[in-house]
């Protein structure tokens, strides 16, 4: 049985777990989508900027493509000053105008949006006389910017690339003096806190699955909780019955041998032989009932138990419980230390008589030789104190001891015979009577039970 609940949690957790990692891809695939709709609405409301430069201001655009052209023709001019050109093209006298005039454009139409931008300049390339030659052909750097107030591409991406092309003639009378110039520039933009706008948008996915995934934990640990409380139960009652199987069996083994002894003649004959199987009979019958009435009245709660309360004076009540536990005990030596102050309670005589006994008895069960009896009056509560000097509980046990069927155990093997209802019965009759109980204890060096009751 064990085992077989072993690898249901085994595999219960290995779904839980798979279903986890799928919602986790399904999240992740999402929050992708929802950054490339990001990245394309972007695109489209730049694009619609950019696609029309006389809302921004022509003239300077038309300038800049004059200023290429005459920075060509140049180096046609002058190859050997390539590098000095492409400085002259990075460090344009358009680069501050165009980029306060393009951040202003942006900011008015796109005002929800803090975003840097950088055009970087990809190809600027001449043809000449079937001939080509490359002032700029490099991968996207920073370093090309022409115009912009990005200063990396790393956290950006690209928006729009815009190629112009453009001819001209350097010398009017020379053959073969045409030339055609090919540009490439590129848009790359930088949004300001973009993940936190994309997780924004998807906030109700991510707070569909954080919540599925709660509810799944959530449902796998209640399951899990049933189960094992299943199995205790299942195990509480095996042993059950058990043990009242084995509490019935002497009782009736004796009232079986008596009912035969009785048959006889010469028993029948001889008054006393058979006065005393019938006090052993009525004492089994009385013992039967017991067990029968321990186990129907530990069947209630400390909410359902009726008690019948009445006016008792303390200690005195407690002395005719201990005096007795004596009589049924004597081996045990057992002393008190009563608080001097005469209290009355309102309680149930006989319950709370039944629950202080069984209190006494459970220490008799497990090892004890002396028992000291005290008691305090303290902040409107009568406070009782049983101490022993038995085996003790350890300290994981402490915790169950006041269950329903519960007994101590070493191993698996229950050392001390009983229905485990005792204390689960004090605890329940001290509740009802609206006070506390607890447990000090340490394994091999006794235990203390803390019985407080309202005394008001």
């Known amino acids: 049985m064990r085992q077989k609940i072993n690898l249901l ?31 394309l609405e972007v695109k489209e409301k730049i694009a619609k900027i950019t696609n029309d430069y006389s809302d921004i201001d022509s003239t300077l655009f038309v300038k800049k493509d004059l200023y290429y052209k005459q920075v060509a023709e140049d180096y046609l001019l002058n190859p050997d000053r390539k590098e ?64 912009g107030d ?51 948008r998807m906030a109700g996915i991510f707070l569909l699955a954080v919540c599925s995934i709660l509810v799944l934990i959530t449902l796998f640990v209640i399951a899990l909780k049933s189960l094992i409380q299943q199995k205790k ?55 039967l009932q017991h067990l029968i009435d321990q186990v129907m009245t530990n069947a209630l709660g400390h909410n359902e138990i009726d008690l019948h309360k009445e006016k008792t004076a303390m200690p005195d009540f407690l002395h005719l ?11 045990v030596a057992i002393s ?8 009355n309670l309102n309680l149930d005589r006989f319950h709370l008589t039944t629950a202080i006994t069984n209190v006494l008895e459970n220490a008799v069960k497990y090892g004890c030789q002396n028992i000291v009896v ?33 007994r101590v155990e070493q191993g698996n093997i229950h050392t001390t015979k009983g229905l485990g209802l005792g204390l689960y019965y004090v605890e329940q009759i001290v509740k009802a009577h609206k006070g506390t109980i607890q447990i000090v204890s340490d394994l091999g060096k006794g235990a203390t039970f803390n019985l407080n009751i309202p005394s008001v």
């Not at 799928?22 to 709709?37: D, H, N, R």
């Not at 509560?381 to 169950?400: P, R, T, V």
């Open 233 to 287: 139960i299942s195990d509480i009652k095996t042993d059950f019955i058990n043990n009242i199987t084995h509490e019935l069996k002497t009782p009736l083994a004796t009232l079986s041998v008596s009912t035969k002894l009785l048959s006889r003649p010469q028993i029948a004959e001889n008054p006393k032989h058979f006065n005393g199987l019938l006090d052993t009979i009525n004492r089994q019958n009385n013992r």
């Open 321 to 331: 419980i201990i005096s007795d536990f004596q009589i049924a005990f004597p081996n």
């Open 374 to 406: 005290s008691s305090t009056v303290k902040n409107n509560e009568f406070c009782l104190a049983i101490q022993d000097d038995g085996i003790g509980i350890s300290k994981k046990n402490q915790a169950l001891l006041f269950d329903k069927f519960y």
């Open 9 to 39: 949690i085994i595999g219960s957790s290995a779904v839980l777990v798979g279903l986890i990692v799928m919602q986790y891809f399904l999240v992740k695939t999402a929050y992708e989508y929802k950054v490339e709709q990001f990245r």
């Open 336 to 343: 008190t230390n009563f608080s001097s102050t005469k209290t």
């Open 84 to 147: 000095r050109i492409k400085q002259s093209i990075l460090q344009n006298s358009f680069k501050r105008e165009l980029t306060a005039k393009l951040q202003r454009q942006f900011e008015q139409e796109i005002p929800d949006l803090q975003m840097d931008f950088a055009i970087v300049l990809d190809k600027f390339v001449l043809y000449n006389n079937t001939e080509s030659d490359t002032v700029f052909a490099e991968k996207p750097l920073i370093a090309n910017k022409l115009y």
């Open 150 to 200: 990005l200063i990396s591409l790393d956290n950006a991406f690209l928006v729009r690339n815009y190629v112009g092309t453009t001819s001209g003639i350097l010398h009017p009378n020379a053959d073969n003096s045409t030339y055609q110039l090919l540009t490439e520039d590129t848009l790359y933009v930088s949004i300001k806190n973009w993940e936190l706008i994309v997780l924004k």
